[in-house]
């Protein structure tokens, strides 16, 4: 080992910008990660994000090697120990539990650790990660001199680090493709097909798994009392049953690909009533430019009004009443979006002039009694 890590403090970058290099990768981990989690069409810079991240987890491998490479004797050394070299384990164990489930992620099909899917799991520990690297540096904070930047070699090395991660992650693409692995058949989300006991079609409730973001998790609603309300910026405000909505009689039918963050993905028939016919039927009085929905646990999501006119308001889903889990007795279908903007238990439809920053945080606080 020790004439192997020699070998790669040789050949690797200068050790503080290593140390710096491995923070930037982790935040843009994080944040593409993150980012991508709204990601729900192939088109436009979205799939950069997507891509970047998978790149980025990449490129952070051997810049962990690097840095292992040269703390080694540290942590293998008890009479070198320093107050800090827990700290410094425990970044390491976590930074490289990241990566293995996300490289297991990537090649198997949908898996479940006790009650949270495996792609949970990855980024709960990418965001504790985030923290422990902070602290890390702390303990060690040295800011990059010139000549560690300058040098053309230096550039050299990093251009490579990046090509590399690219040609990785394509390779990794094709790989899994030709080897037919589980992880073949995932979307450019990384999310897979979903499993279950539905028919034998696919299709209906039992065919995709009940996901609830955070808290969301109110009692069973009774469809003979619910109403959904339309409100705001309107002309006739509406309160309608959920007989109105196409819980009897669908009015509309769509074949939409719901994309759960949880990393999952299923083609369902959704039937409801088009919001375009609410609007309609309320008259949306200017300025117009937002529509909210709401669930009865506070959760909310808002999209803009032009996309919010094809998506569903949901009863059905297969040819089946809408379970529970699944957000009965109405949800929100909103093709080209990621499962969570996808509001359950819908009881309020408002027309806004604006967007609701605030529900970015809603999702996070929603449901906590």
């Excluded at 985030?130 to 540096?137: G, K, S, T």
Aim: aromatic residues 8%.
């Amino acid at each position: 080992m020790s004439g192997l890590g020699d070998r790669i403090n040789r050949y690797a970058p200068p050790p503080r910008t290593v140390d710096w290099s491995i923070l930037a990768v982790v935040l843009l981990s994080a944040g593409s990660g993150l980012y991508s989690f709204t990601v729900g069409r192939p088109d436009g810079f979205g799939w950069l994000w997507v891509w970047g991240h998978r790149v980025a987890g990449v490129v952070l491998v051997p810049l962990l090697v690097c840095k292992l490479a040269r703390v080694r004797r540290r942590l293998t050394d008890p009479d070198r120990w320093q107050r800090s070299t827990a700290l410094s384990v425990a970044t390491g164990v976590v930074a490289t539990a990241v990566l293995a489930s996300g490289i297991v992620w990537g090649v198997v099909g949908l898996r479940w650790v006790a009650v949270w899917p495996l792609l949970a799991v990855h980024v709960g520990l990418g965001l504790l990660l985030l923290p422990l690297v902070f602290a890390h540096m702390r303990t060690r904070f040295r800011l990059p001199r010139r000549r560690d930047i300058a040098e053309r070699r230096t550039a050299l090395k990093y251009v490579g680090l990046l090509a590399a991660g690219g040609v990785a992650a394509r390779l990794d693409d094709i790989a899994v493709r030709a080897a037919n692995l589980p992880g073949a058949d995932r979307r450019f989300t990384g999310s897979k097909p979903a499993g279950g006991e539905g028919d034998d079609d696919g299709r209906g409730n039992g065919s995709f798994p009940v996901t609830m973001w955070v808290a969301d998790d109110p009692e069973p609603i009774d469809p003979t009392t619910h109403t959904v309300s339309v409100e705001g910026r309107i002309e006739t405000p509406l309160s309608l049953g959920v007989d109105a909505l196409g819980d009897d009689t669908p009015v509309a039918t769509e074949e939409a690909l719901l994309d759960c963050t949880s990393g999952w993905y299923t083609i369902q028939e959704w039937s409801g009533v088009r919001v375009g016919a609410l609007l309609e039927t309320a008259g949306v009085a200017e300025p117009a430019a937002y529509v909210r929905f709401v669930s009865v646990t506070g959760y909310r999501w808002s999209l803009p009004i032009e996309e919010a006119r094809d998506a569903l308001l949901a009863t059905h889903v297969g040819g089946e009443r809408l379970s529970h889990g699944h957000g009965a007795p109405v949800r929100l279908v909103a093709p080209g979006r990621r499962g969570f903007q996808w509001v359950k238990w819908v009881d309020r439809v408002d027309v806004r002039a604006n967007p609701d920053p605030a529900q970015w945080v809603v999702t996070l606080v929603s449901g906590f009694d």
